[in-house]
């Protein structure tokens, strides 16, 4: 089996929602930045590097044990917090990366576990689906790394993946896969 690294992707000021998505908390308390992590790690990541930026040090400390990250240039979108998570694993053993979003929260373990089964080297390139639609996390071979570290702005690696043969791996069945952006994206008692 190929190692893989998580890499959670958590930089954003969260401009809709109304400050940054890993500073929510889910219902039982947990906020959304480590219970993202706890999805990578017990989903059988190796090991989770976690991008930060806006109110890195505030976001930094609720994730204490996690391997941190910070993108200088993460206003400029999520291509950026990619190519920054992407650098720091440039020195790792790693055979992939398993790139996950702070604002899923309904994606747990149980997705990363799927994904992760079709980790098969550096060359694979595999993403969870929701009833037939494309999500998050995306497994990326490290064969790929480089060109997606010069993706660009907000898109991240979308432009890359839609010229390639990407597996689409169905999680229909354990979640939504819906990110949150907006307020009214959340159930009443958690909103901002």
């Known amino acids: ?80 917090s990619l190519a920054a998570g992407l650098a720091a694993l440039e020195a790792e053993p790693a055979d992939a990366a398993l790139v996950h979003l702070v604002d899923l929260p309904d994606v747990a373990a149980g997705v990363v576990a799927r994904v992760l089964a079709r980790a098969t080297g550096r060359a694979v390139l595999a993403r969870a689906a929701y009833h037939g639609r494309p999500g998050h996390p995306v497994l990326l071979g490290r064969d790929h790394w480089p060109a997606l570290a010069e993706g660009d702005g907000d898109e991240g690696a979308r432009g890359y993946l839609a010229v390639h043969d990407v597996e689409l791996i169905e999680c229909g069945d354990l979640a939504t896969g819906l990110d949150k952006d907006r307020p009214e994206d959340l159930d009443p008692r958690l909103a901002p």
């Open 1 to 80: 089996m190929s190692r893989v690294t998580g890499l959670l992707l958590a930089a954003g000021a969260g401009r809709r929602m109304g400050g940054p998505k890993a500073l929510l908390r889910t219902a039982d308390g947990t906020s959304w930045v480590a219970a993202a992590r706890a999805a990578l790690v017990d989903g059988g990541c190796d090991d989770v590097v976690v991008v930060l930026g806006a109110e890195a040090e505030a976001v930094s400390a609720l994730v204490e044990e996690a391997r941190v990250v910070v993108a200088d240039d993460w206003e400029c979108g999520m291509g950026a």
